[in-house]
């Protein structure tokens, strides 16, 4: 029997849906400010959803869905350079306010610091992208209250490689059974399994179709009390939103 001492937090899809409206619109800013042609849809943009991390996703749209593009001499710098373009519109868009936190997030957060959990990130964004977030919705000082945020390229290998997670593990100095994963997609729930550690689903309109296999429970949301989640999979152990006694209860019946 192991005590839940942590709980491990995605970010994209997971704390708050970032990818429609913010990720893919930074991109479009991006290739339009340096002369592209390129338009990233909703539709499209759930293809490239496969890859995750911006330069990768970058990458993979001209390997599978614009072959013709003439690839500059220095590609790797052309990338990066693409790629930091979007960081900045992204962080503008998020200092705009636009993107709120998804339903029951900052009060799950409220809840875990109140009953002295630790708390944690586990991201494939970049680093510049969650201080916006965390900052522009919890506000300066929630930065903090995490104790490790790992993300974007400080692993080699992006999710669902389990290198973020067991980064973040080794970093708070515990081990998988101490803590649970949030995660909101396939290659979220790949990366969080393969670290072993119980993980809880929350969809979202790009992963409602994804395979959630080995996951501890899936939701369609966080919820609050008066705006409870609908149950995908699993056993909510009798609670209509995603609470410190279902998740205690979840990593009872992983770990029990
Ligand atoms: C998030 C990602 C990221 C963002 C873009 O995945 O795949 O690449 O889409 O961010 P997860 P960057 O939620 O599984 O961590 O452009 O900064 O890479
Ligand atoms: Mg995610």
Same mark, same amino acid.
């Given at each position: ?28 800013? @991006? ?34 869905? $614009? ?9 790797? @710098? ?125 969809? $979202? ?52």
């Amino acid at each position: 029997m192991s005590t839940l001492k942590a709980l491990i937090f995605d970010v994209d899809g997971t704390l708050a849906d970032t990818e429609r409206d913010g990720h893919r619109v930074a991109f479009n800013m @991006a290739f339009e400010s340096t002369g592209l042609d390129w338009h990233w849809s909703p539709e499209l943009y759930g293809e490239l959803l496969a890859v995750t991390g911006g330069k990768e996703r970058i990458r993979y749209y001209l390997e599978k869905f $614009n072959t013709e593009f003439s690839k500059p001499d220095d590609f790797d @710098a052309f990338v990066a350079e693409l790629h930091a373009a979007k960081t900045g519109f992204y962080t503008k868009l998020m200092a705009e306010g636009k993107i709120p936190l998804r339903p029951g997030v900052e009060r799950l957060i409220a809840e875990a610091r109140e009953a002295g959990y630790r708390i944690a990130i586990s991201t494939t964004t970049t680093p510049e992208n969650v201080t916006a977030l965390v900052t522009d919705t919890l506000g300066a000082e929630a930065l903090d209250w995490f104790e490790v945020i790992g993300a974007g390229d400080i692993v080699p290998l992006k999710k669902p490689a389990p290198d973020i997670y067991d980064y973040v593990l080794k970093e708070m100095n515990i081990v998988p059974e101490e803590a649970i994963a949030f995660e909101d997609s396939r290659n979220g729930i790949l990366s969080s399994l393969s670290a072993n550690l119980t993980t809880v689903i929350t969809t $979202n309109g790009y992963t409602a179709e994804d395979d959630f296999s080995g996951a501890a429970i899936v939701l369609d949301q966080m919820g609050e009390p008066n705006a409870p989640f609908t149950l995908l999979e699993g056993n909510a152990h009798g609670e209509n939103h995603l609470n410190l006694a279902l998740i205690e209860a979840l990593h009872q019946s992983a770990h029990g």
